[in-house]
C-alpha cells in the first residue's frame, strides 16, 4: 500500500474503489506492529478501529454523500488528552488504571466527523519534557535514527505521524511540544492560538500555556483539523468565541508579505551550525516567493526560557496537587495513615522530572519569594507580549527555527536539566503571547536528521499562517 500523505489521497483511493476504511487501518496496525521498537503507542485501539471502520466501509456503500468530513481520517492522541471508556496517563504512574468518563471536546468534534482514533501515543509525563525521556512508559525513539530522541513532550505524537501508523495526531503544546518533535521529526507541527481549540479533556500543566495542536504530512490535513476542532466550548470559559478559519481559506497563496526574523537568535551560542544555514535558506526561499524578510531587534530572547518555566511550573505545581492517591489513580501499598498516603502516593507515583517542576513551582509561589520570582516573571510575559504585538504592527509574521539543533542521542542531556530547558528557546515565545505558530519540514544536518522552521503570527490568524505554510511545503 502507498503511504498516504493527504486526507485527499485517501478518499480519491476510496472513490475510486482502491481501498477501504478496513484496509486502511489494517494496513496502519501492521505498521505500528513493524515499529514497536520505536515505543510510540501506549495503547492500541485494535478491535475498536477496525469495527469502525467496517461500519463506515457499510456507511459508504449505502449513502456516500452523508459521511463526515473525516471520513478515511486515521489518527492518534496523546496520552494527555482524554477519550471516554479508554485510559489516560499522562505518561505518569501516577494514573495508573484511570479510565476517562468522558472524551475531550477535540476528540468529540473529530468523532462526530467519522474519524477514526487508532491509539493513544506515549509522551513525556504530564507533557513536562523536550524529549520524551521521562514517560513512565519508557522513551520514545526517532524513527530517523532510533538512538536519538523525537523531541517532546508530544515526541510520541510526532514519530506515530514520521513513523506511518497514522494519517495525522494530536498533541499538546505548552512551550513548543508540537512544533519541536514536528522539528526533530521531519513533519508538520501546528500549535493554534492559545483558546482556538477547547481545553476541556486536556489533562492540564500549565493551563494559561496549554494548546491542543496538530501532527501531519500535509499543511490541508491541519487546516481541516483545526477547523472542525476549533470553537466555542460551554465546558471551557476560555475557548474563544470569534469565527473559525476554513480550511478552504488556505488555498490563495499569500504575496509581498512582510516577515521579521530575530539576527540574535540565528546568532545565538545555543544555535547549530546547520539549523543556521537552513534558516538563512529558508529566508531566500522567502524573498524568491516575493515576501520581504527583515530582521529585528529582540532583546528578550534569554529572558524568556527563565520566566517561562517560573511560570509554568507555578501553574504545574497547582494543577497537579489533585493526584493524591485518594480519589483516583495509583495509590501506595506503603501508606500507612492519611498524611503517609499523600507522600507515599506522590513520592512513588511522579517521576523525577515531574517532581522537579512541582517544588520549584512551590517554591516560586511561596511566601517571601512571589515577588522576587512569580510577579517578575508576569511581568517580563507582559513586556514579551507587548514587544510581540508591536512586532506585529509592522510585519504579518514571525521566522525562528523551531529547536537551536536536530535530535540529540537519547540520555545526551538527561543529566543537566537546564541544557534540556534551553531545547524550548525558540518556541516559547509563541506560548507566552498566546500566539498561534506552525513549525513545516526545512532541510536536514548532515546525518540526515530533521529541520524544523517555525512561522508565527497574530493572535487568531491561523489561516493567513495556513496559506503561507502551504506555499513552502511540497
Known sequence: MPKFTHLSQVRTAIEDGDLTCTQLVEYYLDQIEQQAHLNIYVEVYAEEALERARTLD??????????????????SHKDVICYAGHGVQAGSKILEGFESLFS????????????IIIGRVNCDEFAMGSSNETSHFGPVRNAADPERVPGGSSGGSAVAVQADTCLASLGSDTGGSVRQPASFCGVIGMKPTYGRISRHGLLAYGSSFDQIGTLTHSVQDAALLLE????????????????????????????????????????????????????????QQLEAQGHTVEGVEFDLLDYLIPAYYVLTTAEASSNLSRYDGIRYGYRSQNATDLLSTYQQSRTEGFGTEVKRRIMLGTFVLSAGYYDAYYTKAQKVRRLLKEKTDAIFRDYDFIMMPAAPTTAWKLGDKSADPVEM????????QANMAGIPAICIPAGADEAGLPIGMQLMGPKFTEAALLSLASTLTR
Open 58 to 75: 457499510a456507511r459508504y456503500q449505502q449513502s456516500p454523500g452523508e459521511l463526515g468530513r473525516l471520513y478515511g481520517m486515521v489518527l
Open 104 to 115: 475531550a471536546t477535540a476528540i468529540e468534534r473529530l468523532l462526530a466527523e467519522d474519524a
Open 228 to 283: 472542525i476542532m476549533a470553537g466555542p466550548d460551554e465546558y471551557d470559559s476560555t475557548a474563544s468565541q470569534k469565527p473559525v478559519p476554513t480550511a478552504a481559506e488556505i488555498k490563495t497563496a499569500p504575496s509581498g508579505k512582510r516577515i521579521a526574523y530575530f539576527p540574535a537568535a540565528l546568532q545565538h551560542e545555543s544555535i547549530q551550525p546547520e539549523v543556521r544555514a537552513t534558516a538563512q535558506s529558508f529566508i
Open 421 to 428: 530547558y534551553l531545547a524550548d528557546i525558540f518556541t516559547v
